[in-house]
């Protein structure tokens, strides 16, 4: 199957500061890409979705000015958690279509904001 | 509000016992229905799909059973393994680009 890449795999930061995601199509392009978070022993929540060449939708309840995204082409969009909090503390997925319409899952990134 | 619920929480099987997994949604627009497999510390894999055409598939030891009618479907993995032992999530899609909703998942432990 297809493979998306993210990184970092884990990141440790401190309050207020700035935290940029990225996720990688390797082997296809996405001209979609999807966002989700995960907390501890918890589902997968979709926050947004990442368009190539236009704005990203963001999920009901999530702030777009906390989490900005970019879909900067068609194998990269980055997620940045901007003026990070302990609460922002968290386990980001992200996910892409192929061409064949199949999503596959990148590794996660583990956030933990000190 | 929960679009894809699944049961149960938790499961414990012993080697070699069939492992049964049920999730029933609301949406109607759902038109692909995949369950994922996921290790500590790792994103979902893609384990096995039906669409709401098909009432059961089946790959390896894994197979889905789906009923339109009951708006339910369920994953069934036999001969289940200690290395199964991982969180599956059932969950539905309305179309090929679209976004996922995922079921709020099953830990599943096998015991040898």
């Known amino acids: 199957g297809a493979v998306v890449s993210q990184h970092p795999s884990r990141v440790i930061c401190k309050s207020g500061t700035s935290v940029k995601i990225e996720c990688r199509s390797l082997d296809f392009q996405a001209t979609t890409m999807f966002w989700y978070r995960q907390f501890p022993k918890k589902s997968l929540m979709l926050m947004a979705t990442s368009n190539e060449g236009s704005k990203a939708t963001y999920e009901q309840g999530v702030e777009k000015d906390k989490f900005l995204i970019n879909h900067a082409s068609l194998t990269l969009s980055t997620l940045t958690v901007t003026s990070a909090h302990p609460e922002d503390s968290s386990f980001y997925i992200c996910?892409?279509?192929?061409?064949?319409?199949?999503?596959?899952f990148g590794p996660g990134t583990r956030l933990t904001v000190l | 509000q929960q679009q894809v619920k699944q049961s149960p929480q938790s499961l414990i099987v012993q080697k070699g016992g069939i492992s049964i997994i049920n999730c029933a949604y609301e949406n109607t627009a759902f038109d692909y229905f995949p369950w994922y497999q996921q290790f500590p510390g790792k994103g979902p894999a893609l384990l096995i799909a039906?669409?709401?055409?098909?009432s059961e598939k089946k790959e390896g030891r894994f197979t889905i059973s789906f009923n339109k009618s009951a708006k339910q479907f369920s994953l069934h993995i036999m001969d289940s393994q200690p290395g199964d032992s991982a969180t599956y999530f059932c969950?539905?899609?309305?179309?090929?680009?679209?976004?996922?909703?995922f079921g709020t998942g099953t830990k599943l432990q096998v015991i040898p």
């Open positions: 039906i669409r709401p055409d098909v």
């Open positions: 969950a539905a899609r309305t179309g090929g680009y679209q976004k996922v909703t």
């Open positions: 996910s892409a279509p192929d061409r064949h319409e199949e999503q596959f």
